[in-house]
């Protein structure tokens, strides 16, 4: 499986961004995915995560309510949709996904078995 990321750029604080993540192969529906994110000089962070089902999602507590993770089957894509940026957001942003994550482990980038390259978000003050 491959993911391939997209979507980020530049953009003032309160700005809105929308990443994509595209998957091939036809794993797509057996996939929980989820989004992290790294800052220089800083760990990789989970942001958010979407189970295969789309039924359930996940969020880090700093982004609650500003950003919104969806999938669509027939697009084979997750998006990540941040609305109200701050400059603390500021990061490279991946996509990852694993078939065989559960609520206690969505968290944990070690579970994720594949990666995106991953797409810089930068948010000016």
């Known amino acids: 499986v491959q993911l391939q990321a997209s979507g980020g750029g530049l953009v003032q604080a309160g700005g809105s961004l929308r990443l994509s993540c595209l998957l091939s192969g036809p794993t797509f529906s057996s996939y929980t995915l989820g989004w992290f994110r790294q800052a220089p000089g800083k760990e990789r962070e989970f942001v958010a995560a979407?189970?295969?089902?789309?039924?359930?999602?996940h969020y880090a507590d700093f982004v609650k309510g500003r950003f919104t993770i969806s999938r669509d089957k027939a697009k084979n894509a997750v998006f990540l949709q941040m609305n109200s940026l701050k400059p603390e957001d500021t990061a490279v942003y991946y996509c990852?996904?694993?078939?065989?994550?559960?609520?206690?482990?969505?968290?944990?980038?070690?579970?994720?078995?594949?990666w995106g390259q991953g797409t810089l978000v930068t948010v000016s003050s």
């Open positions: 979407i189970f295969r089902s789309g039924a359930s999602t």
């Open positions: 990852a996904g694993s078939s065989s994550l559960i609520t206690s482990t969505i968290r944990d980038a070690r579970r994720y078995r594949d």
